[in-house]
């Protein structure tokens, strides 16, 4: 166990929805990162936030958006859903001053039919 | 950009036979994290390199980080069947700073 948590764990919708998975970082963790993962494919870094405020932002498609709450928990939106936007969604936390090792969840997998 | 390139993207070996997994930036890397991920499941850190030429081993498993620190190896010694997954590199930003994943490495291991 991690210690990052992510939900929905599954999640299955149509064509032009709006969906929400959300992310509860480590104890401690600052930094929350976003990525993309494509069936049998890499991982595409999405979005990074760091005590609240967007760091730093990879190849995330305007109809997605992020933030992260004063308690530190993260939302990744997903608007007018495609279904090239099926893929299981990670979310990752980072411990402040450390290393930069990743700790990511178990992920969200979306489907759009 | 950053960016990691990874090869080879896939391999398969007998159990037994070793296998490597290697890593390339055209550009200097601060450092060099490798995560292991098994089928069905999420990213798990290895380990990170931040020295020039920096040489880690954890039992079966070597990393090396270039002199250069432009390239990076993982090296597994008379795989088994519980190495099976995916061997991601990639550059650690830190706190405040993106993490970049190179493609990764898909290991198969024939019993």
């Known amino acids: 166990d991690s210690g990052v948590t992510q939900t929905p764990k599954h999640l299955i919708t149509a064509t032009g929805q709006r969906v929400t998975l959300r992310c509860s970082p480590r104890s401690g963790d600052l930094s929350v990162y976003w990525y993309q993962q494509s069936l049998d494919q890499g991982l595409q870094f999405l979005i990074q936030?760091?005590?609240?405020?967007?760091?730093a932002k990879g190849n995330i498609l305007e109809r997605f958006s992020a933030q992260q709450f004063p308690d530190l928990h993260s939302e990744l939106n997903l608007s007018s859903l495609e279904l090239g936007d099926s893929a299981l969604y990670f979310c990752?936390?980072?411990?402040?001053?450390?290393?930069?090792?990743?700790?990511f969840g178990e992920g969200s997998r979306l489907t759009v039919l | 950009g950053q960016q990691v390139m990874q090869i080879p993207q896939y391999q398969h070996v007998q159990e037994g036979e070793d296998f490597t997994t290697y890593c390339n930036s055209s550009t200097t890397l601060s450092n060099i994290q490798w995560y292991k991920q098994r089928p069905g499941g999420h990213p798990v850190f290895l380990i990170q390199l931040v020295k020039s030429g920096e040489v880690k081993k954890q039992k079966r498993l070597t990393f090396q980080f270039g002199e250069a620190k432009k390239n990076s190896s993982l090296h597994i010694t008379a795989t088994q069947t519980t190495d099976v997954g995916t061997y991601f590199c990639a550059e650690g930003g830190g706190g405040g700073f993106k993490t970049i994943f190179g493609a990764g490495t898909r290991l198969f291991v024939k019993a």
């Open positions: 990752a936390s980072s411990v402040v001053g450390g290393a930069g090792e990743l700790f």
């Open positions: 936030y760091y005590n609240g405020e967007e760091r």
